[in-house]
């Protein structure tokens, strides 16, 4: 059987993504996991016809292949991720391209240039916190950082209880809800 020209080919683009997650996650979990939130949004038949395919993932950094006219239909997919094996994910979209090669030299090379380094390097490392809001004071651990975010495992008995009601594990708290104030590290 010959091979299709190109002219006769379907044309794909190329996303690449940035995974965040909560611990370590395995390529078949996350393969696993997309093709699920496929399937589940859009059905069995759109599922084939977007194509998806995720090419490389190393260091929670990845391409995924899919169909020209698909790309945000693939994103909605990604978007609905939300937990890989129980730990929270979320997975960004650094960028579109019409190449494997350009999408990893437009945004997997260069990411670490584009983003700001946040001011959280450059102080201490905080384990713990204790925040006073409008509800009352919120203390525990915290389990993850990312830029201007922190997620919260309270330790207060009655924090936990309502977070266990609304099946969520963490408080998300950002920099607009922690300005003034008061914070205890």
Known sequence: MKILPPTLRESNRYLAIFVISEGDIPRRDLVNEILFCAATLLGDAGNSEMGIRLL?????????QCRMDRVWETRAVLATVMSIK?????????????T??????KYLLTQDINEPEP??????TIKECKMIIDVGTIYGKIVNRNNNEIDLLSEDPHSLEILNRSDTRFYGITVFDIKDKEIDV
Do not use: H, P, W
């Open 56 to 64: 490389s993932f190393e260091e929670n950094n990845g391409i995924i």
């Open 86 to 98: 129980g730990m929270r994910t979320r997975i960004n979209v650094l960028g579109v391209s019409g």
């Open 100 to 105: 494997v090669r350009g999408a990893t030299e």
């Open 119 to 124: 001011e959280i390097k450059r102080t201490k």
